[in-house]
């Protein structure tokens, strides 16, 4: 009996919890869908074109950056995982220490470097520090410890070339990975509001949450974009759901 009861209780502490996290959810599709019908939508597709002008530049700069730091996190966690130089470790511990940072105790670099490099005001402002993000290569590290080294090894007798290893061995065997931080890297460019804030300033140049957050339309139009907000990080979590659950599973400290 005294079993039943805890067990009653974790499970309504859990659909408590449940219920708290999804209310938002619920509010914006209830919002989206009931409250306002299709006034808002046809506002976000058809008569204010600044909408669709901020979702296209989300989406460009959020799918940018998932492959520009695919690109550069395969290579990179390969070299931390496989090839031993000096001061790798340290390297490494500077990559962790730099991805702990909060954004607004680099803004200011970022700021400067933006300027120095003549791209402030331009989406190359948001693009390159999300491609050169060390989150990715962490990440990506953790799983290629765990390629076998006599796998490695036996396609370096067959192959002189790094970059057939790393198409052939390194991304077969890092594909969840490469999917799951692909997907993370997507969503949280996707609901950036910070960055754009401090590194653009032409408003009709800012991403879709930077947009929402300072729009100052009707209910409808706000209730429809925070609907279509949420559209893309569902269906990559719907399409990519396993290979998600797979790729986290290899990542550990």
């Known amino acids: 009996m005294k079993k039943w009861v805890c067990r ?7 659909g408590s919890m449940l219920i708290v996290l999804l209310f938002p959810v619920i509010c914006t599709v209830a919002d989206g869908f009931i409250l306002y019908g299709v006034e808002g939508f046809a506002d976000f597709l058809l008569w204010d074109p600044t909408w669709l002008r901020a979702f296209w530049i989300s989406m460009g700069i959020s799918m940018g950056t998932a492959l520009g730091s695919a690109l550069i996190a395969v290579p990179a966690a390969y070299i931390f995982a496989k090839v031993r130089f000096r001061g790798r470790e340290i390297l490494f511990l500077v990559y962790v220490i730099v991805m702990m940072m909060p954004f607004q105790v680099t803004q200011l670099p970022h700021y400067m470097t933006a300027k120095s490099f003549g791209i402030y005001d331009t989406p190359w402002a948001l693009l390159l520090p999300g491609i ?6 962490f990440l990506l590290t953790q ?4 390629i076998p080294d006599e796998m490695l090894e036996a396609a370096r007798l067959e192959t002189g070339s790094v970059w057939k290893i790393l198409w052939y061995i390194v ?7 490469i999917v799951c931080m692909m997907v993370l890297q997507f969503t949280e460019y996707w609901g950036m509001a910070a960055e754009p804030l401090v ?4 408003k009709e140049m800012y991403p879709l949450a930077l947009k929402l957050a300072q729009t100052d339309a009707g209910i409808p139009a706000v209730a429809a974009a925070s609907f279509i907000m949420l ?3 569902w269906l990559l979590y719907g399409y990519f759901r396993d290979e998600i659950r797979e790729g986290m599973k290899g990542y550990h400290l």
């Open 8 to 14: 009653g209780v974790l499970y309504l502490w859990l």
């Open 132 to 137: 050169f993000a060390p989150l990715s290569v």
């Open 199 to 202: 590194l653009m300033e032409t």
């Open 143 to 146: 799983l290629a410890r765990a």
């Open 231 to 233: 559209i893309p990080p």
């Open 171 to 177: 991304c077969p065997n890092l594909r969840s990975g």
